[in-house]
Nanobody, 120 residues
Framework: QVRLVESGGSLVQPGGSLRLSCAASGSILSIYTMGWYRQAPGKRCELVAD???????NYVDSVKGRFTISRDNARNTVYLQMNSLKRGDTAVYYC??????????????WGQGTQVTVSS
């Protein structure tokens, strides 16, 4: 079994910063693209940023210049550094990863989500 566990969500004031972490554990042979999605109330889920196992990154336009995605392959962990947070960033943030697991099949996994609230 493979699990993705997020941490780091919190209440923060506009202009503040947060760092989200997501650690993958279990029967993992290899991890390919890892990413962060978010879903705000009444809105569809959107990709925030992703990163390949080679380090190539991709961001949604609304977070470019403010958010940075990174990963530690030795720790099977992906991070999302969020700076200059805005009220519009309020959402549940989900970790996602394509993982070659012990069944020798690449599957897409999701974490349980972590709440980020930007409010004064």
């Amino acid at each position: 079994q493979v699990r993705l566990v997020e941490s780091g969500g919190s209440l923060v004031q506009p202009g503040g910063s947060l760092r989200l972490s997501c650690a993958a554990s279990g029967s993992i042979l290899s991890i390919y693209t890892m990413g962060w999605y978010r879903q705000a109330p009444g809105k569809r889920c959107e990709l925030v940023a992703d990163i390949t196992n080679g380090g190539n990154t991709n961001y949604v336009d609304s977070v470019k210049g403010r958010f940075t995605i990174s990963r530690d392959n030795a720790r099977n962990t992906v991070y999302l550094q969020m700076n200059s947070l805005k009220r519009g960033d309020t959402a549940v943030y989900y970790c996602n990863a394509d993982i070659l697991d012990g069944s020798y099949v690449v599957k897409n996994y999701w974490g349980q989500g972590t709440q980020v609230t930007v409010s004064s």
